[in-house]
C-alpha cells in the first residue's frame, strides 16, 4: 500500500482508537453518499498493509485505514468510467479470485510427515563433499615463506607466528580461515589444503596474493542442513508442487483455446490501445 506511511501517520496524530461494540464484518462503520464502509472492508484492508507495519497496534492503525477507505471510496465514485478501468477491474477481480483458489491449494495440501519424508529424501541425494579448517601466514616472497616453514618445524607456535608476520587480514586472528570447502579459495591454496594431513604444514604457497604458509587444522565431511535450516524451502518446494498440480488439474477438465493471432510482442507498450 502505497500511502501506509501516511496511514500511520495520520492514526498517531488522532489517536482514534477501535469503534465501541463492533462485533461482525458486516457493520458499517461509516458511509460515502449511501456507500457502507464495513469493519469487514476495514479488516481487508488491514490485511493487505506491507509487512513493515503489520505489528503496528491496532489502536494506531484503525482511524488511518479507515480514513484510507473514505478517501479510496471518494474517488472511486468520481472515477470517469472507460475501457481502460473496466480492464483494470476485470484484472483485480481475476486476480482476487485467483489468489483466493490459490489459498486453498496450499492450505492443507501437505503434512508435517510430507515435510519430513522430502527432507529425507532431499538430504539422502546431497553429496559427501569435504571441508577443511586451516589457518595460514602470507608474506611477500618465497624467502619469507621459507623462513617461517623453519621457525615452525624449530617449534614456534603458528598462531602466534601469523598475528607476529602475515601481512593477510587473517593475521590478528592468529591466521585462522575456518571452515571452507571445495571451490571456496583459489586453486594452488586449496590443492595445498588438500595435500595435507590434519595438523601438517606446508611448504611456501604461491598465490596472486603473496606467498602462503598453510596449517591443515581439521577436515570433515561437510554436514547436512538440519530440518529446520531446511524447513522455508521445504515448505516452498510442496507448496509449489501443490499449486502445480491444481493448476494442471483445473486445465485438464477446461476448455482452454488459445488464439492463431500473430503478435508482435512489442505491442505490449503500446498502452494508447487500452482506450480503444
Do not use: C
Request: aromatic share 4%; no cysteine.
Amino acid at each position: 500500500m502505497k500511502r501506509a506511511l501516511n496511514i500511520v501517520a495520520a492514526a498517531a496524530i488522532a489517536g482514534w482508537g477501535s469503534v465501541a461494540g463492533a462485533q461482525s464484518a458486516d457493520d458499517v462503520l461509516a458511509t460515502v453518499n449511501g456507500v457502507e464502509l464495513t469493519l469487514g472492508h476495514l479488516i481487508l484492508l488491514r490485511e493487505q498493509l506491507p509487512p513493515q507495519y503489520q505489528n503496528y497496534p491496532d489502536d494506531l492503525l484503525y482511524r488511518g485505514l479507515l480514513d484510507q477507505l473514505v478517501q479510496q471510496e471518494l474517488l472511486s465514485q468520481n472515477a470517469q468510467d472507460s475501457k481502460r478501468l473496466a480492464r483494470g477491474l476485470e484484472n483485480e477481480e481475476r486476480a482476487l479470485r485467483a489468489s483466493s483458489v490459490l489459498d486453498t491449494l496450499v492450505s492443507d495440501a501437505f503434512s508435517e510427515e510430507d515435510i519430513q519424508a522430502l527432507y529425507a529424501e532431499t538430504v539422502a541425494n546431497i553429496p559427501v563433499e569435504p571441508e577443511w579448517n586451516a589457518s595460514h601466514i602470507l608474506v611477500e616472497s618465497e624467502d619469507e615463506a621459507k623462513e617461517l616453514v623453519k621457525m615452525l618445524e624449530d617449534g614456534a607456535d603458528f598462531a602466534e607466528l601469523a598475528r607476529e608476520k602475515s601481512t593477510g587480514p587473517s593475521g590478528p586472528n592468529g591466521g585462522s580461515l575456518g571452515w571452507f570447502g571445495a571451490g571456496q579459495m583459489v586453486p594452488p591454496f586449496e590443492v595445498a589444503v588438500r595435500e595435507l594431513a590434519d595438523g601438517g604444514i606446508s611448504a611456501p604457497v604461491q598465490t596472486q596474493f603473496g606467498w602462503h604458509v598453510v596449517k591443515r587444522n581439521e577436515s570433515r565431511d561437510r554436514p547436512v542442513p538440519t530440518l529446520e535450516e531446511m524447513r522455508g524451502d521445504l515448505t516452498q518446494q510442496l507448496q509449489s508442487e501443490a499449486v502445480d498440480a491444481g493448476i494442471a488439474a483445473l486445465r485438464e477438465e477446461a476448455e482452454v483455446v488459445m488464439s492463431d493471432i500473430d503478435v508482435d510482442p512489442s505491442i505490449l507498450q503500446n498502452s494508447a490501445l487500452l482506450d480503444n
